[in-house]
């Protein structure tokens, strides 16, 4: 198994980046430097991303994927609770800050996403 660590932090500099495990080159776990550390070809390559939960360094980067999979007509499969789901469709994928990437295209929306419940 490989696991590269994009970002450990909370907060972002030089040094320092949001978030981010890429494991075996198509799972990411949270996506806070995702699109600032991999390139188009290695995005593309993410099969999953799965959320750990609703905070932004460990969601910032899911409107720019979604920017990037709709550039490459591509969709990207994301997996978190109910909470993080409500966070993104509120705050950043409402159509003001981003597209509504989690319902649009209509029937096959750019981000699918999987609701799971922890400990099932």
Request: with cysteine; proline share 5%.
């Amino acid at each position: 198994m490989k696991i590269q660590v994009l970002g450990a932090h909370n907060c972002e500099s030089q040094n320092t980046k949001p978030t981010s495990l890429l494991i075996d080159d198509v799972l990411m776990i949270d996506a806070g430097a995702l699109t600032s550390s991999l390139s188009f070809e290695a995005q593309l390559k993410i099969k999953a991303i799965l959320l750990t939960h609703q905070h932004y360094d460990h969601i910032r980067d899911i409107p720019a994927i979604g920017m990037n999979a709709r550039f490459h007509e591509t969709t990207v499969n994301v997996y978190s609770t109910q909470a993080v789901y409500d966070a993104l469709a509120t705050h950043l994928l409402n159509g003001t800050i981003y597209p509504h990437f989690l319902e649009k295209p209509e029937g096959n929306p750019i981000i699918k996403f999987t609701v799971i419940e922890p400990n099932k």
